[in-house]
């Protein structure tokens, strides 16, 4: 019996991976997080089309170009909006000071944490005194965490299949590679949350 995913894939896979598709799936995350919308379901919706590295990098290109639009509209069109945006998270204050005495460093260590959410992190960049270059290179930070996610959304496909693995239609080499790729990069992702757990309290230190 063919499930609903299958049915997705089947009717929607030719043009979700034709380079229009991907195109389409990176200016609707970069919208997706321009809007202040969370990304980390569209992105392991990118890691179940793609797999985890392709889903990775179309997330990280997405993720790239909101970040720099939210940035330059916190910085130009809409600065009041973004300021009472901001202003309603303390922690997300203290980092907007904090980065105008750190830039770069700051940057870098909050895009590892998932303590400060994505959207409003760019618009209170956007009002501090940081260089673009700085934000720029902070956008780094994000890596981890895309892979995770999209390892995620890659492993449930994996699992959606796991009938045709036990029946011999699929790769279970495949499977197996999937459940360790996910569950190392889990790790990876605690040892860094576990050396950034203090940005927050640093941050309000510099304020």
Not at 6 to 21: H, Q, R
Not at 83 to 90: C, E, I, L, M, Y
Request: glycine share 8%; proline share 3%; with cysteine.
């Amino acid at each position: 019996m063919i499930s609903n995913v299958d049915l997705f894939i089947e009717n929607f896979s030719p043009f979700l991976i034709s380079p229009l598709g991907i195109f389409i799936f990176i200016v609707l995350y970069a919208l997706w997080v321009t809007c202040l919308l969370p990304g980390s379901w569209l992105s392991m919706l990118s890691g179940f089309l793609y797999g985890t590295w392709l889903g990775s990098l179309i997330v990280f290109l997405g993720a790239f170009l909101g970040a720099h639009l939210t940035f330059y509209l916190g910085r130009t069109f809409i600065k009041d909006w973004a300021q009472k945006k901001v202003s309603t998270f303390s922690k997300i204050q203290s980092i907007e000071k904090a980065v105008s005495r750190e830039g770069r460093k700051v940057v870098f260590l909050t895009r590892l944490s998932p303590l400060f959410p994505f959207g409003l992190l760019n618009f209170a960049y956007g009002l501090s005194d940081v260089k673009v270059l700085d934000f720029t290179l902070g956008m780094l930070g994000i890596v981890p965490g895309t892979i995770l996610y999209c390892s995620f959304g890659s492993l449930a496909l994996k699992i959606s299949n796991f009938g045709d693995i036990l029946s011999g239609r699929s790769s279970t080499d495949s499977f197996i590679w999937s459940l360790i790729s996910t569950f190392s990069t889990i790790l990876v992702v605690i040892l860094i949350l576990r050396s950034t757990k203090k940005i927050y309290q640093d941050s309000e230190s510099l304020t």
